[in-house]
């Protein structure tokens, strides 16, 4: 369906039901010019809506950004692939060391495609559930990834 069918559509609804929720009054004009009013308003939002959707300009009606795990870098389209989610830092004692890693099994429910990481900075640690594999943070970030901020 089109832009401007939906925008009508949502136009004529919206006047109904400002006619509807008014009482009827003989000779009440000024009901009718604020309907009216109220019409003109919302078809001229949706035409400058769509206006700006022809140029190219994203018009975000959310408000506040989405910041559930990732951190605002992550939702980011530009250079996405090279920003990792932060969420997926975790802490493993390796060699008497405490170490950084990215376990494979979250980048990959993270929509990160593990294929394209470095096979160098691909390390295996023994965890509960016997060996796990993922890759070593700070070799990650010496290959020019980024880890996005942690919420």
């Not at 604020?34 to 939002?45: C, F």
């Not at 692939?81 to 979250?106: A, D, F, N, Y």
């Amino acid at each position: 369906m089109s832009t401007r069918f939906i925008t009508a559509i949502l136009t004529v609804a919206a006047t109904i039901t400002a006619l509807a929720a008014v009482p009827a009054h003989a000779g009440d004009r000024d009901g009718a010019v604020r309907v009216i009013a109220g019409a003109t308003v919302l078809y001229l939002t949706g035409r400058m809506i769509e206006d700006l959707a022809r140029q190219g300009v994203i018009v975000d009606t959310r408000g506040n950004e989405d910041r559930r795990g990732h951190g605002s870098d992550w939702k980011k389209k530009k250079d996405r692939r090279h920003v990792l989610p932060g969420s997926c830092v975790r802490r493993v004692e390796m060699r008497h060391k405490t170490r950084q890693v990215m376990p494979r099994h979250c980048l990959k429910r993270n929509d990160v495609r593990v294929n394209r990481l470095p096979g160098r900075c691909e390390i295996n640690w023994r965890g509960r559930n016997g060996l796990r594999t993922g890759y070593a943070v700070h070799c990650l970030k010496r290959n020019g990834y980024e880890i996005a901020r942690r919420w």
